[in-house]
């Protein structure tokens, strides 16, 4: 069973502009969920998506975005990009059957530079 | 709202020896524990999790984990490491049906010969 896939895994991005990050869910799973991973902020939930619908949305700004298609591959937008943006941004789903306690897995991540 | 402490950013071993990486967690709920660990350049792995039931949890690579809901702990432990286990290891927490997870700042194991 492939894991979960993201692309790219890496790209350079020059201040102000967007990017647009992809992944694909292990199959069968229906929850995507993103976070952002810096050295100084450490591990940080971005959002979660299931059945197309954003259900989870941690603390950062209008500017990071995303979306679920029907087939649950994901895609996250950051517009007007900071250096600060700079980041490993890794996807992760979940089979999520309703049960509590479920687990997450993870991409390998697309490294982000902002320049 | 949910925090989690992982007291030592790096923890240096020697090969063979015993190694505890330490977790403690504060959440005005019950909530879903769990170890991931990130190999250079690669995403994160599961190692075990807590949901419910013995406290004491094993996981893969021979690591294992306690829960201790009195100290809020869910210390990692491995009898004997290798120089492969050298590692970042990220104690996690959830709660409910969410799929929104709380991470520690992260441990950096680093396994000498």
């Known amino acids: 069973k492939a894991g979960v896939t993201q692309t790219p895994r890496y790209l350079i991005k020059t201040r102000g502009q967007q990017v647009t990050l992809s992944c694909s869910p292990i199959s069968g799973h229906r929850s995507v969920s993103w976070y952002q991973q810096t050295p100084g902020q450490g591990l940080q939930f971005l959002f979660e998506?299931?059945?197309?619908?954003?259900?989870n949305k941690g603390n950062f700004p209008g500017r990071f975005s995303g979306r679920q298609f029907s087939n649950s591959r994901s895609e996250m937008n950051v517009s007007t990009l900071e250096l600060g943006d700079s980041a490993l941004y890794l996807c992760?789903?979940?089979?999520?059957?309703?049960?509590?306690?479920?687990?997450?897995?993870f991409g390998e991540g697309s490294w982000l530079t902002v320049v | 709202a949910q925090s989690v402490t992982q007291l030592d950013s790096q923890v240096p071993v020697f090969e063979e020896a015993p190694v505890e990486l330490r977790c403690n967690y504060s959440s005005s709920v019950s909530v879903y524990l769990f170890w991931y660990v990130q190999y250079p350049n690669q995403g994160l792995q599961l190692l075990l999790k807590?949901?419910?039931?013995?406290?004491l949890v094993k996981g893969i690579n021979g690591f294992e984990a306690e829960f201790n809901k009195s100290q809020t702990s869910f210390h990692l432990r491995k009898p004997s490491v290798h120089i492969s286990d050298t590692a970042e290891y990220f104690c996690a927490v959830s709660r409910n049906n969410f799929n929104k997870f709380y991470f520690g700042s992260g441990t950096k194991l680093n396994v000498k010969p």
């Open positions: 992760a789903s979940s089979p999520d059957r309703g049960s509590p306690g479920n687990t997450i897995y």
């Open positions: 807590y949901l419910s039931g013995s406290t």
């Open positions: 998506y299931f059945s197309e619908t954003q259900r």
